[in-house]
């Protein structure tokens, strides 16, 4: 279990960065798409095999198509990817580096001071998260429906402008 | 050791069945479309044409493996191996009987399943994408918005399975259809199911990403040699699979008297496979804005109502 969850995880930094260096929108995707299949067997060795299926389901397999979708209707071919690669110079590069490292630096901090607690590989089944959500965690998943709703409402209301009401 | 013999025998088993299975149907869906539309269908290649299938594989395989200069090569190589892919790990958690069968009891079997179906949704449109043309690109978008959508209701329709089951385990699921296959208590569910299933697997009436009669061959128009007959094959598995699906989920499974668990999946299996078929041979092709409505208009209604009296008739009990 120990040697799926290394090669996971660094699947997922690998494809993570690749989604940054690419130039073309929809190999980008991919790459995110990867990592998030590879983020869903980390969930799953950690002992989270429902968290690991709706990773896969909604993120990977909805989210993620929408996106393409996306990408696709916008046809950029090879000139946005030309200029995608010119905006890629090495001072773009300074300050997300800044960050990453001072996180980096606190994870090594942390890791070193073994202040996390080791992952516990108690199976989470699909009963224990339903209970969580409709027990302590109600009012955030009755928030979340209702920003959905929000978001269905106001989706609805962008599109249906052809009849002459703006 | 003999166990891992078991799991071993169990896995090449199964794929084994399963890819020769959908290039017999090739054979055997243009047969049937022949008897139900008074026609004879392949029947020269050997005893009853059944060898029309080697035929065809010769075919296929030499044929010219062709990249269109203007595509995307490694997406347009890599778009038809993902739905063979998805399809066959989907076959994992099927168990077939309580022996056969590779995850049966995966605790997480139908999300798994619902997983790598949304998956499959990729290969076509990266295949629509990476040819970089426009018809294909026009059925990669149809066939996006086609399987997202009807992906939604497939997984609703499931919801009131499980609420009778209390487990997202296929074999639990089976057993639970002991005394009273689900079909009766979830009659919508099984509609909603079944033709969520054809939709995507993308098969007529719902097989707009390939309207010939609109967009050439849609998603696969510049498809040629094995990679298109990995489309070809990778639809049929679909179809195995989502027959396969409703055997289990609402046709308890393996269950039935006298024959033998493997048989009566077989025989369960095979009736849907060959109702998928007579379909394409009856029904005519809805327009694109009618497939969509249809969907969120009538589908998801029916699924949403589903799951309410489902859970109404389980609390008053």
């Known amino acids: 279990m120990n040697a799926t969850f290394y090669l996971s995880a660094a699947i997922a930094v690998l494809?993570?960065?690749?989604?940054?260096?690419?130039?073309?929108?929809?190999?980008?995707?991919?790459?995110?798409?990867?990592?998030?299949?590879?983020?869903?067997?980390?969930?799953?060795?950690?002992?989270?095999?429902?968290?690991?299926?709706l990773e896969v389901i909604v993120y990977a397999g909805a989210i993620m198509v929408l996106f393409v979708f996306v990408v696709m209707m916008m046809n950029l071919g090879d000139a946005a990817a030309v200029r995608e690669a010119r905006w890629m110079e090495p001072k773009i590069w300074v300050g997300p580096s800044i960050l990453a490292i001072l996180l980096t630096a606190q994870l090594a901090y942390m890791l070193d001071s073994n202040t996390m607690s080791q992952p516990h590989h108690a199976i989470v089944p699909a009963r224990a998260v339903g209970i969580a959500m409709y027990g302590p965690y109600l009012l955030c998943v009755e928030l979340a429906s209702m920003l959905l709703l929000a978001a269905l409402v106001g989706a609805y209301r962008l599109a249906h402008t052809e009849h002459g009401r703006l | 050791m003999n166990l891992i013999l078991f799991g071993l025998l169990n896995i090449v088993g199964i794929l084994l069945m399963l890819v020769i299975g959908a290039a017999l149907l090739t054979w055997i869906e243009r047969r049937l479309l022949g008897f139900w539309q008074d026609r004879r269908g392949p029947n020269r290649v050997g005893p009853f044409g059944?060898?029309?299938?080697?035929?065809?594989?010769?075919?296929?395989?030499?044929?010219?493996?062709?990249?269109?200069?203007?595509?995307?090569?490694?997406?347009?190589?890599?778009?038809?191996?993902?739905?063979?892919?998805?399809?066959?790990?989907?076959?994992?958690?099927?168990?077939?009987?309580?022996?056969?069968?590779?995850a049966g009891n995966l605790n997480i079997g139908i999300l798994f399943f619902l997983a790598m179906t949304s998956l499959s949704v990729y290969s076509v449109v990266l295949a629509g994408w990476a040819s970089n043309n426009k018809y294909s690109l026009l059925g990669g978008m149809r066939a996006a918005a086609q399987m997202v959508s009807y992906e939604v209701f497939m997984g609703l329709a499931l919801i009131g399975v499980v609420m009778l089951t209390g487990s997202f385990s296929l074999a639990d699921i089976v057993r639970a259809q002991q005394e009273l296959w689900f079909?009766?208590?979830?009659?919508?569910?099984?509609?909603?199911?079944?033709?969520?299933?054809?939709?995507?697997?993308?098969?007529?009436?719902?097989?707009?990403?390939?309207?010939?009669?609109?967009?050439?061959?849609?998603?696969?128009?510049?498809?040629?040699?094995?990679?298109?007959?990995?489309?070809?094959?990778?639809?049929?598995?679909?179809?195995?699979?989502?027959?396969?699906?409703?055997?289990?989920?609402?046709?308890?499974?393996?269950?039935?008297?006298?024959?033998?668990?493997?048989?009566?999946?077989?025989?369960?299996?095979?009736?849907?496979?060959?109702?998928?078929?007579?379909?394409?041979?009856?029904?005519?092709?809805?327009?694109?804005?009618?497939?969509?409505?249809y969907g969120w208009k009538l589908m998801l209604p029916l699924s949403l109502l589903n799951i309410a009296v489902t859970g109404a008739v389980m609390l008053t009990h």
């Not at chain 2, 347009?76 to 993902?82: D, E, G, I, N, S």
């Open chain 1, 15 to 53: 494809s993570t960065v690749l989604v940054i260096t690419r130039a073309n929108g929809v190999h980008a995707l991919l790459y995110l798409v990867v990592s998030l299949l590879a983020v869903a067997l980390v969930f799953f060795t950690l002992g989270a095999p429902f968290a690991a299926a």
């Open chain 2, 50 to 102: 059944s060898l029309q299938v080697v035929a065809d594989m010769i075919k296929i395989l030499f044929k010219q493996d062709w990249i269109p200069p203007f595509a995307d090569p490694v997406v347009f190589v890599l778009a038809p191996a993902v739905v063979m892919v998805a399809a066959l790990l989907a076959f994992a958690v099927v168990p077939v009987t309580p022996s056969i069968g590779i």
């Open chain 2, 183 to 293: 079909v009766v208590p979830q009659f919508l569910g099984f509609i909603v199911f079944m033709i969520a299933g054809i939709a995507e697997t993308h098969r007529l009436p719902f097989d707009l990403p390939e309207g010939e009669n609109e967009l050439g061959a849609g998603f696969h128009t510049e498809y040629s040699s094995m990679k298109f007959g990995m489309f070809f094959v990778g639809e049929y598995i679909g179809i195995i699979l989502v027959s396969a699906m409703i055997v289990i989920l609402f046709f308890g499974g393996w269950q039935g008297p006298l024959l033998p668990p493997i048989l009566w999946f077989a025989i369960k299996t095979g009736a849907f496979v060959g109702f998928f078929i007579l379909l394409r041979a009856a029904l005519p092709r809805p327009r694109y804005d009618q497939l969509m409505a």
